[in-house]
């Protein structure tokens, strides 16, 4: 916890660009669900609002008045999200104002979730671009008054957190985003997740090309690239990344069976072990699903927790209705359903075919499956 007082600046944790500050019960309820849309945030709350699950998702509480928090969080974050009123906002951020070529982007939201405000820093310190694609991703209507403010282009640290898209490394965000903006050839490949990522009214800028695959985005020797996929990439393909930026769709769902009372950390170390093998990464796992009779299973709990993934349970007759490779009278005969970890999967990712058919290791068993994007019409 953030004990905050009197002149002394404290010590945040600093994990992503961007920093969500709530100070009311509504406005916590909103920003724990916030920071499942938009992963590119640092949550804080007072302590008065604990719920018991912060420590596993990352949550820093702080007890004290919220002005002494923010000189902190005006040092370390390009940017500070506030479900504050709007007037508040300014009079506390006023004594720390330095100029706009050193200030961070400050946004608004409302209490009920249904306006974002661009309030400070709005071009140069991103708040306008920040204002536009967190209210995408949270589902209200973004306030920016400056007039020339037109989003034309692909905001680089931003693209695709609408629909929870993480990037692998930070380490090139600068230098593509100039790519962009200099309006230079950047490739982009897209091999999974939603499709409809550009969402103006104007065509995609003449500089941004879509290519089908890797191969042929390498050929065409771009500045930069955005590369959207699940998989780790092989060695011949690092040269895309000496300025280019790999973006982390939510696109693979686990499905989980295993003994009860089954630790937290054999889960997890089959789960590593499995998109090891499959070389896909960990940023991509969108849900864990299984059957309903696990649904207060600890271990489960405790993993998704830990990740902050969605646990989906299905009832046997659910998990029945799914054509799968692998039925088990057995299982039928503890369960009710002919099978857990491989309907499971496909029933969550709306999949026809599994990446992995069911596999047991000790007391687990996993099966993987890829979200169908093109199905649910993304």
């Given at each position: 916890m953030i004990s905050l007082r009197e002149g002394e600046i404290p010590v945040v944790e600093k994990r992503k660009p961007y920093a969500l500050v709530a100070i009311?019960?509504?406005?916590?309820?909103?920003?724990?669900?916030?920071?499942?849309?938009?992963?590119?945030?640092?949550?804080?709350?007072?302590?008065?609002?604990?719920?018991?699950?912060?420590?596993?998702?990352?949550?820093?509480?702080?007890?004290?008045?919220v002005r002494l928090l923010l000189p902190a969080l005006f040092q370390q974050y390009k940017g500070i999200i506030c479900?504050?009123?709007?007037?508040?906002?300014v009079r506390m951020i006023a004594p720390l104002l330095i100029d706009k070529m050193k200030d961070p982007g400050v946004l608004v939201v409302d209490d009920k979730g249904q306006y974002v405000i661009s309030v400070l820093s709005g071009h140069i310190g991103g708040a306008n671009a920040l204002t536009h694609e967190f209210a995408k991703a949270i589902g209200a209507e973004p306030i920016v008054t400056t007039a020339s403010d037109v989003q034309k282009t692909i905001p680089v640290d931003l693209f695709g957190a609408q629909f929870g898209w993480v990037w692998d490394s930070e380490e090139k965000l600068l230098p593509v985003s100039a790519s962009v903006v200099n309006e230079e050839h950047v490739a982009i490949v897209q091999e999974t997740g939603e499709k409809n990522w550009w969402m103006y009214e104007r065509s995609i800028p003449a500089n941004l090309k879509i290519y089908p695959s890797i191969i042929e985005a390498i050929r065409a020797k771009p500045h930069a690239i955005l590369l959207i996929t699940d998989r780790l990439i092989e060695a011949h393909e690092e040269v895309l990344i000496e300025n280019g930026v790999i973006y982390r769709p939510k696109s693979i769902v686990l499905g989980i069976g295993c003994n009860r009372g089954t630790a937290m950390e054999e889960i997890e170390q089959v789960i590593d072990e499995t998109l090891a093998e499959l070389r896909l990464s960990k940023k991509s796992v969108k849900a864990v699903a299984s059957i309903n009779l696990k649904k207060d299973e600890t271990g489960l709990l405790e993993l998704t927790a830990k990740h902050n993934w969605p646990f989906a349970t299905y009832t046997p007759e659910q998990l029945n209705e799914i054509p799968f490779p692998n039925p088990s009278e057995t299982v039928f005969k503890y369960t009710g359903a002919y099978g857990v970890s491989e309907p499971a999967a496909l029933r969550c990712a709306n999949a026809k075919a599994l990446l992995l058919e069911k596999r047991k290791s000790g007391n687990v068993t996993v099966s993987v499956a890829r979200v169908n994007f093109e199905e649910r019409g993304q």
């Open positions: 009311t019960k509504h406005g916590v309820a909103h920003a724990r669900s916030y920071i499942e849309k938009f992963p590119y945030a640092d949550l804080y709350y007072m302590k008065k609002f604990e719920q018991g699950d912060e420590d596993a998702r990352q949550i820093q509480l702080f007890d004290g008045t479900i504050i009123s709007l007037g508040a906002v």
